[in-house]
């Protein structure tokens, strides 16, 4: 996960919490762009292994749902294994340019608060007000799915016997 996307994450609207970007939870990574559904628009995609079911992922699932920042969702298969992806859009009043993020001290603490404070987010947000981030952060690529042929098949019809 990049620094650009733990610095918008906190800020989507709805039941986001910091559990959801966790192992256990499915979490795999996130990316701002999929070159096999490009766009411009600035997005973050959470990337979750469709693979995993329990509760939680149902739960989760439920939540991101009713997220008024979700935009879309989709399976994508990498490598033989299905991923499950939410794209966010990016808050505008975060003050995104580039990869430039300008944070007011509310936003500071609301990012800090939602990923429990580590040391290297600590360090950065404590000082600058301006923020410069990796924006370019790409998915990898889908498998190549070879197109569908349906073998015909010839029904013979039986002969009463006599």
Known sequence: MSTFEKLN????????????????????????????????????????DDRLRNDYVTNRAVRFDKSRSLKRKYVKVIN?????????????GVGNTNGIVHLTSEQKVSVLQFWNFPKELVKMLVGDSSIATEYTHSMPLADYAEGYSEEGFTIQKEEASS
């Open 9 to 48: 994450i906190p800020f989507f609207e709805g039941d986001i919490q910091s559990i959801d970007f966790t192992a256990a939870a499915g979490f795999v990574d996130s990316y701002t762009s999929d070159p096999d559904r490009p766009s411009g628009d600035n997005d973050i995609f959470l990337v979750y």
């Open 80 to 92: 033989n294994i299905p991923y499950y992806i939410y794209v966010f859009c990016v808050k505008p």
